[in-house]
């Protein structure tokens, strides 16, 4: 309950999850945001944050003052969860908040904008977050196929080293086998020629 969506057209448009308790501010909100992004919104910081473990989005946008839970511990519990602490976070303050931005900030906001806002600043600050974000998860996926493919090249490596030292046994084994075969061989020519000789004598002898 209390979470709405503005389905951008395009259905790919990065995820913006709104926190405002202020039905009118979260309305505005929801009409900029969903102009250029997907929206889902939370009238609190509680609903938020289900909202977020259900289905993470590519940033968060919270006011700081809401009851149940405020946008700080909103900020607080999302950077403190390493499944979510790199999702973005920007708070929505007012002149007379400055400590609860300055809070925010330390406990790892990403960005705030200042009540009242011009819509084109809010709209850039979101953009230009989204946008990190996007290139961190390529990165994180490039470095992710990077990695395989280091484990891939590193087992092929193994095997190839396993069939070369096959290799160099069999050669082994083909060596030894010669050398063994040469003096058995030497013998049994002995042999063979001792036999034809005494059985040359016989003959003489028998003669």
Known sequence: AGQRGCQHPDSNAPEILIAEDNPDMRALLEFLIGREF??????NGREALEALRESP???VLSDVMMPEMSGI??????KGDPTSQAIPVVLITSKAEREMKIEGLELGADD???KPFHPRELLARVRSLVRVRNLQKQ????NSEL???LTDLQQA????????RLAAVGELAAGLAHEVNNPVNFALNAIRAM?????????????
């Open 57 to 59: 989005p590519d940033l």
């Open 112 to 114: 705030y904008v200042t």
């Open 73 to 78: 511990e909103l900020c607080s519990a999302i």
């Open 147 to 149: 990695e395989t493919a």
């Open 157 to 164: 490596e193994v095997q190839l080293v396993q069939t070369e």
């Open 38 to 43: 997907r929206v889902r919104s939370s009238r």
């Open 195 to 207: 036999a034809k000789t005494v059985e040359d004598l016989r003959h003489f002898a028998d003669e």
């Open 139 to 142: 990165l994180a996926a490039r």
